[in-house]
């Protein structure tokens, strides 16, 4: 531990820095003056030290302090430590306090109750034994997981822009449909609502489903007992359906069901609709209603100034006009935009991408890397 403690004096300005959780590093707060805080005594942190949160350490707020934070100050709750020469490799050090595993450690060593109220000392922390090879080895892993997670934020940078060309090309090519409308048609007049009620067994298990905002698809969750399913009404629902959530379909939780959820059940909440002719293509309507046009008009038909009251009623959709396409022109588009949605869930998928920088932690600390 090297704490630089600096006595507060009221007329004094003070760059403030915090601790993020997760391994996310250390961030600038506002700058105070002396006069604005309570605390005697702040921490001057230095460029290549490690800081500590002693009340969220146990979920990650330990980080190293980049040079450009050196100068900063942090309140008491926030130790500092400096490495003692020729025993330890700062990149390691800094991918070992970036483990999972570690801040797990660290959980067991926490005192207090509820999530203001835990903390870990630094004797604690200092008294943990952790894998410290030589530091020609700690060196070794370092330059390994530092390759390794450049390359895995190079990915996640490509599929993030990805996903943006994927954005502006559903825009652009809806918009261009629908300079090609030959009619303007009433949502009901094209879809109808398609739903079978189910009588909810205790004893029986159910798979319901949930649905993710901005056109990310649908929630599959494990097995449930129907004794845990709530009061709500389940439906059984039909492939090939639009699906929209009611309270959410302003942020665009709007999709389509596949073959996968056919053993899957939803609640009320949930609105599904199917062709009534062969005028519409649902996937070309999934792509309007979540492209700037069509999710317009759904915020609209979803009044209510809370987030969990904005509430779409299947009259208000029902009741949306909207310029309809061709049918070969919708069916060039959905084909087009759902190619492109396969692709990039196939490619680097998000979940695979967000749990491999654990995975590789877990390799480099128990001697695999």
Not at 111 to 120: S, T
């Amino acid at each position: 531990m090297n704490i630089d403690a600096h006595a507060v004096t009221s007329e004094k300005t003070y760059r403030i820095a915090g601790v993020r959780g997760f391994g996310n590093g250390v961030f600038a707060r506002e700058q105070i003056t002396g006069g604005q805080t309570s605390y005697k005594t702040l921490h001057r942190m230095t460029g290549g030290q490690f800081v500590m949160s002693r009340l969220k350490a146990f979920e990650g707020a330990i980080a190293l302090v980049p040079d450009e934070f050196d100068g900063y100050f942090a309140s008491p709750e926030f130790p500092t430590f400096s490495l003692r020469e020729g025993v330890g490799e700062s990149r390691y050090v800094k991918h070992l306090f970036g483990w999972p595993a570690f801040w797990d450690m660290l959980k067991g060593e926490s005192k207090g109750i509820g999530a203001r109220r835990e903390r870990v000392s630094a004797e604690r922390l200092l008294a943990l034994r952790v894998p410290l090879p030589h530091v020609d080895e700690q060196r070794r892993i370092a330059d390994k997981l530092d390759a390794a997670m450049e390359k895995c934020m190079t990915v996640q940078t490509l599929r993030s822009h990805a996903s943006s060309v994927r954005v502006s090309l559903q825009e652009s090519m809806i918009h261009e449909a629908l300079e090609h409308s030959t009619e303007t048609v009433r949502m009901g007049d094209i879809v109808t609502l398609k739903r079978d009620e189910i009588n909810v067994l205790p004893e029986a298990i159910y798979r319901p489903i949930g649905m993710r905002g901005f056109g990310r698809g649908m929630i599959r969750y494990d097995s449930t007992p129907g004794s845990q399913l709530g009061k709500l009404r389940f439906y059984r629902f039909p492939n090939s359906a639009l699906v929209l959530s009611n309270i959410k379909a302003w942020e665009g939780a709007i999709g389509m069901t596949s073959e996968n959820e056919e053993e899957f059940v939803a609640s009320n909440r949930f609105l599904f609709y199917v062709p009534k002719d062969g005028r519409v293509n649902i996937s070309y309507l999934r792509h309007y209603l979540l492209a700037r046009k069509g999710l317009s008009q759904i915020s609209a038909c979803s009044p209510g100034a809370a987030d969990r009251n904005r509430t779409l009623g299947m009259k208000r959709f029902e009741n949306i006009r909207f310029d309809l396409p061709p049918r070969d022109t919708q069916d060039r588009v959905a084909s087009t935009l759902d190619g492109l949605n396969e692709r990039l869930s196939a490619a680097h998928s998000l979940p695979t991408l967000q749990a491999l920088p654990p995975s590789l932690l877990d390799a480099a600390f128990s001697g695999r890397l």
